[in-house]
């Protein structure tokens, strides 16, 4: 894997491809809930209701499922218990892992995701022991486009940089900036391939060994896989070869 934004491409197509549906509308409706629980029912005025509103619709949830979930967070109900939780620590091959999510029990939650590490050849570490490894950032990704046109658009609504390649456009901002611009593009380009706010390493860890790309894939898989875990990040350098052919095994 040449980069994080190639990582990022890839685990959104597997995720497309491989999830298991029922999994993924019970996290982004419980993420909604939680947000219309904390701020206000109305994503006009709610950053955090919108984003996970549109990450969503991105994933295809129905309307429905999305307006219930609102209604059960604003109502006081699912959400009201819940807490976001980072958990850091480091994979097979020394990779370093930020794990993020929401729970209405510490304990059960970090028990389960030590237990995880622990069978996939990794450990929990302390809080802050790999952060530093990451800088956080909003990511706005199209997957078609004129890579001039994105570009331009993109640094004129106050991005940070924007990098083409075959896969797409990926369009990095500070976290206050994200808003703006992920509205200013979708202005002009309509929704995007995906968008939010997530961890982007600084420092990467190479993996050549097969066995040791396979291990850490089928971490990261088992931790996904965990009703409170929300998102994984990685700083893991893959080559674009090993990666695809770990893919379609």
Partial sequence: MAGHSKWANIQHRKGKQDAVRGRL??????????????GDPD???NPRLRLAVDTAKANSMPKDNIERAIAKGAGGGEGEDYEDV?????????????IEALTDN????????????????????ETGCVGFMFDR?????????????????????????VESDADGHLVTTAVEDFAA???????????PGRAGLTWRPNV?????????ARTLLKLVDALEDSDDVQHVTTNADIDDALMEGLMEA
């Fill in 25 to 38: 509308f019970s996290k982004l409706a419980r993420e909604i809930a939680v947000a219309a629980k904390l």
């Fill in 106 to 125: 510490r304990n059960r939650t970090a028990a389960e995701v030590r237990s995880l590490l622990s069978k996939n050849g990794g450990n929990l570490g």
């Fill in 43 to 45: 994503p006009a005025i």
């Fill in 86 to 98: 980072r958990y850091e620590g480091y994979g097979p091959g020394g990779v370093a892992l930020v």
């Fill in 204 to 212: 990467t860890a190479a993996v050549t060994d097969a066995d040791t």
């Fill in 181 to 191: 611009v992920r509205d200013a593009l979708v202005a002009a380009f309509g929704p």
């Fill in 137 to 161: 950032v909003g990511e706005v990704f199209y997957p078609t486009g004129d890579a001039q046109a994105v570009f331009e658009a993109a640094l004129e609504a106050g991005a940070q940089d």
